[in-house]
C-alpha cells in the first residue's frame, strides 16, 4: 500500500523547497487578490514563469531592503491559491501578514526554515487555529489545536511524537512531505511538481 506522502516525496529533493521555502493555500481569492491581502502593489503584479520567480527572488534577497521584503508567487487551482515563498518563509512566521489573508476564509502554511524546523500553521477567519513543530508534533497551539489529529494519524505525522523520548521513530525525517499530505486531507488537491510549469503571478510584499 502506497504511503500517503510518497507523492510528496519530490520536495525532498528539489533544493528551492527543501532549503528555505513556505507554501501557503488560500481558499477562494483570487492569485491577484491574494498578494494585495499581502500588501503588493497592483501594478507590481507581474507574470512569471516559476524560473523567473527564483531570479526575483534572489533579486529581492539581495536588495537593500531585503529584510523587510520578500518575492511572492501565486498560482490557483481547483478553488484555492497557493502561494510560494523561496528562501523565505514570512506568510507563516508574520502573524499580521496571516491574519490579513486569512479574513473570511481558510489558509494552510507549511514553512521550512534554514535550520531545518519545519511548521504546519492553519488560519481562518483572521485566527490562529493550529499550529505545531513537525518535529514535535504534540506540542500544538492555537484556538482548536486538536482540529486535525485524526488527519495527521492518517498521514504518518504523530500528533502524540515527542522526538526526545521517540527516537526509534520510523517516520522520523518523513515529516515535511508528510505536512504536504495533510495539506491535501485539508484543501482536497495536492501539490504537484508539474504544477511549478503554469504561468504564476509574482509580486514583492512587505514580509513584517
Same mark, same amino acid.
Given at each position: 500500500?502506497?504511503?500517503?506522502?510518497?507523492?510528496?516525496?519530490?520536495?525532498? =529533493? *528539489?533544493?528551492? *523547497?527543501?532549503?528555505?521555502?513556505?507554501?501557503?493555500?488560500?481558499?477562494?481569492?483570487?492569485?491577484?487578490?491574494?498578494?494585495?491581502?499581502?500588501?503588493?502593489? #497592483?501594478?507590481?503584479?507581474?507574470?512569471?514563469? *516559476? =524560473?523567473?520567480? @527564483?531570479?526575483?527572488?534572489?533579486?529581492? #534577497?539581495?536588495?537593500?531592503? /531585503?529584510?523587510?521584503?520578500?518575492?511572492?508567487?501565486?498560482?490557483?487551482?481547483?478553488?484555492?491559491?497557493?502561494?510560494?515563498?523561496?528562501?523565505? /518563509?514570512?506568510?507563516?512566521?508574520?502573524?499580521?501578514?496571516?491574519?490579513?489573508?486569512? @479574513?473570511?476564509?481558510?489558509?494552510?502554511?507549511? %514553512?521550512? %526554515?534554514?535550520?531545518?524546523?519545519?511548521?504546519?500553521?492553519?488560519?481562518?477567519?483572521?485566527?490562529?487555529?493550529?499550529?505545531?513543530?513537525?518535529?514535535?508534533?504534540?506540542?500544538?497551539? /492555537?484556538?482548536?489545536?486538536?482540529? *486535525?489529529?485524526?488527519?495527521?494519524?492518517?498521514?504518518?505525522? %504523530?500528533?502524540?511524537?515527542?522526538? %526526545?523520548?521517540?527516537?526509534?521513530?520510523?517516520?522520523?525525517?518523513?515529516?515535511?512531505?508528510?505536512?504536504?499530505?495533510?495539506?491535501?486531507? #485539508?484543501?482536497?488537491?495536492?501539490?504537484?511538481?508539474?504544477?511549478?510549469?503554469?504561468?504564476?503571478?509574482?509580486?514583492?510584499?512587505?514580509?513584517?
Amino acid at each position: 500500500m502506497t504511503d500517503l506522502h510518497e507523492e510528496f516525496s519530490w520536495l525532498s =529533493e *528539489f533544493g528551492p *523547497f527543501y532549503d528555505v521555502s513556505c507554501v501557503s493555500f488560500v481558499r477562494s481569492p483570487s492569485p491577484a487578490e491574494a498578494l494585495t491581502r499581502l500588501g503588493a502593489e #497592483i501594478g507590481g503584479i507581474k507574470e512569471a514563469t *516559476f =524560473e523567473e520567480l @527564483q531570479e526575483r527572488t534572489m533579486k529581492c #534577497i539581495d536588495s537593500d531592503d /531585503g529584510m523587510r521584503t520578500s518575492y511572492v508567487g501565486a498560482l490557483e487551482t481547483d478553488g484555492w491559491t497557493v502561494l510560494i515563498q523561496l528562501w523565505a /518563509g514570512s506568510i507563516a512566521v508574520a502573524r499580521p501578514l496571516l491574519r490579513r489573508l486569512s @479574513q473570511a476564509t481558510e489558509v494552510v502554511s507549511i %514553512n521550512r %526554515n534554514i535550520h531545518a524546523a519545519d511548521f504546519f500553521i492553519y488560519a481562518a477567519d483572521g485566527e490562529l487555529i493550529t499550529w505545531f513543530d513537525l518535529l514535535g508534533p504534540y506540542a500544538r497551539t /492555537g484556538s482548536d489545536p486538536d482540529r *486535525f489529529v485524526d488527519m495527521m494519524r492518517e498521514v504518518g505525522l %504523530n500528533p502524540d511524537l515527542d522526538p %526526545n523520548l521517540d527516537l526509534e521513530d520510523p517516520d522520523l525525517g518523513t515529516e515535511f512531505p508528510r505536512s504536504f499530505a495533510l495539506a491535501r486531507k #485539508i484543501t482536497g488537491f495536492p501539490f504537484s511538481k508539474d504544477m511549478l510549469d503554469m504561468r504564476l503571478l509574482g509580486a514583492v510584499i512587505n514580509s513584517e
